[in-house]
């Protein structure tokens, strides 16, 4: 059966086709889909786990017992998952384990656009990359027997454009593999020195294997047109090329991108005048060619940085075929903006009242980073704040500790921020930290989490108190307070500043735009009121704007919050009776 397809969707049919049994993934865009999509299938079982260790610790226990698993993350959360990916490639597996990674060249919702081939690279284990979502599927299933075979988990690397956009796809119905039996096998799953130098040479030598099977398997495939000039590209990138050039050159594309072949790329270069290498990001094809030998053109003349596109390879190349305009030079500009009646606003315009140096995570709620608020100092990686705070004080003692918060998400928190705030407690930083509980996973598209009580289809759960978790921790003064009620967040932030103790404030509102949450009428403007003096704009609500001189309220944003009036010194903002 043939159907139009997003590419995280065709992956998910891919594992569910495989007989994949166990998935642990963490959300993170552009891989969220995959896991979404796959918990639609009763046959296999899907969780959201704190964080993309814990999700690749599952996928590897669930592989031990002989099932097929997957995890699934974005780049920067297998940065997260590294330590227990380096291992399990000396340990290997029983059933297959397939580890997606979804990158975000161009950073359209990322704090680096990092090349997740060096991980392959550096952990030994083998990388496919399809190119659109046909392959998507057809690779996540192909994956499975590619681990089993070899002995090894396998990544699957998607990036935005292939994860976000649709394609014709092929179904086929699912196929289980009898479940393999676990055996006590000391010597390969015990990672102590003694076995874990006995199993290094294993690695190398499946990577010399896997080096000759690149040589001639499935996922490489050579596209003869033109011999003038060869391209090597793999990804987005070999869609680019087939739509600049065409048959004007011939194309060695390649899906396993780690380890790469050896003499399928020597014979392809030998037929062509002229060898380009086209890829996103780092040079790992071109510079493995020159390792070859070859001479090749590549980020010469193409970018180290940023998605690359039809336009950009073409006049890069120096090809005039394409006349269409850029995408940034039909749309206006339309800057990120935290929602209308975002429960963060109130706590981030009451930090910037009262001057607070702010660290910041990542989250939705990272966009008080902006004007007018500007309200976030730093941002560096899930947890981050926490820690940071803690080496803030640490470092500026009396000078810092009354004016320096860390503000974090609920499910950031679970990730990663445990672990900071346990070092405040056993190290004794006078800090004040805030978590922003909006009831999601918010940044991502309204995940659940360990605090919401849900699971990932939406069943009871088991649900982490946060006040008891850190009064747990070793916190006396730990407050709930509502982000809606100025006076109330003035309050906390005033006294839990100029406490001599370290603290908590969890600032607690659900996401506006969760289905349950019930709005009010919006709000209206009274004009004979309105002198015009712009206060309700210091909060930068999309909601309100200003109009003839007067306060304007979009009545389809507007969810009647009610904390732009608690700035109206003329009550010039009234509340619908509705």
């Not at 479940?179 to 006590?184: A, D, G, I, N, W």
């Not at 940034?328 to 935290?338: A, C, I, T």
């Amino acid at each position: 059966m043939k159907e139009l397809m997003l590419g995280n969707k065709a992956l998910a049919r891919g594992l569910y086709e495989a007989g994949c049994s166990v998935i642990s993934s963490y959300p993170g865009t552009p891989s969220t889909e995959i896991t979404e999509e796959a918990a639609k299938y009763d046959e296999i079982y899907c969780e959201w786990a704190p964080n993309e260790k814990v999700a690749m610790e599952v996928a590897f226990g669930a592989s031990l017992a002989g099932k097929r698993s997957f995890c699934g993350m974005k780049h920067v959360g297998l940065n997260v998952a590294a330590d227990p990916l380096y291992t399990c490639s000396y340990t290997g597996v029983n059933a297959g384990m397939v580890i997606c990674v979804a990158d975000d060249a161009g950073m359209h919702s990322s704090q680096n656009e990092q090349d997740s081939r060096h991980h392959a690279i550096a952990a030994k284990v083998p990388m496919l990359e399809p190119s659109d979502s046909s392959e998507a599927l057809e690779f996540a299933k192909c994956a499975y027997e590619l681990s089993e075979q070899f002995d090894t988990p396998v990544i699957l690397k998607m990036c935005t454009r292939v994860a976000h956009s649709q394609s014709v796809v092929e179904t086929a119905e699912r196929v289980v593999p009898a479940q393999k039996p676990y055996e006590k096998n000391i010597a390969k799953y015990v990672m102590m020195p003694g076995n874990a130098k006995r199993r290094h040479p294993i690695v190398e030598k499946r990577t010399q294997d896997l080096i000759a099977y690149a040589e001639n398997c499935f996922f490489n495939r050579v596209e003869m047109g033109d011999t003038k000039l060869g391209i090597i590209t793999s990804s987005t990138s070999y869609q680019y090329a087939k739509e600049v050039f065409g048959d004007q050159a011939s194309i060695l594309k390649l899906g396993m991108i780690n380890p790469l072949p050896e003499k399928l790329i020597l014979d392809f270069a030998a037929k062509v005048e002229k060898l380009v290498i086209i890829e996103e990001l780092d040079p790992i094809i071109e510079n493995h060619c020159k390792q070859l030998g070859l001479t090749v053109t590549g980020k010469d003349v193409l970018p180290m940085e940023d998605e690359f596109s039809q336009n950009l390879i073409a006049e890069k190349l120096g090809v005039e075929v394409h006349t269409g305009r850029k995408l940034d030079d039909m749309l206006p500009p339309r800057p990120p903006v935290m929602c209308a009646g975002c429960p963060h606003r109130g706590l981030f315009y009451t930090l910037s009242r009262n001057k607070c140096t702010v660290l910041g995570d990542i989250g939705c709620y990272t966009l008080g980073a902006v004007a007018p608020l500007s309200a976030m100092e730093m941002t560096l990686c899930m947890g981050a704040s926490i820690s940071s705070l803690h080496g803030f004080n640490k470092a500026g003692g009396k000078e810092t500790e009354g004016k320096t918060v860390a503000v974090i998400g609920d499910s950031t928190f679970m990730h990663s921020g445990m672990t900071g705030l346990a070092n405040i407690a056993y190290n004794q930083s006078n800090s004040t930290v805030i978590i922003v509980d909006n009831s999601i996973t918010g940044m991502t598209g309204h995940q659940q989490n360990p605090t919401t009580g849900y699971n990932i289809k939406g069943d009871p759960a088991g649900k982490i108190n946060l006040e008891a978790l850190c009064r747990a921790m070793g916190f006396n003064r730990v407050r709930v307070v509502d982000p809606y009620n100025l006076a109330e967040c003035d309050t906390a932030v005033k006294e839990e500043l100029a406490a001599d103790e370290p603290s908590v404030i969890i600032s607690r509102r659900p996401c506006a735009l969760l289905k349950y949450v019930k709005v009010k009428p919006a709000l209206k403007v009274d004009t004979d009121s309105c002198t015009g003096c712009k206060s309700c704009m210091r909060l930068g609500c999309p909601a309100i704007s200003i109009k003839n001189k007067k306060a304007c309220v979009d009545t389809t944003l507007c969810v009647g919050c009610g904390v732009c009036q608690q700035l109206c010194k003329f009550d010039a903002l009234k509340a619908q009776e509705g």
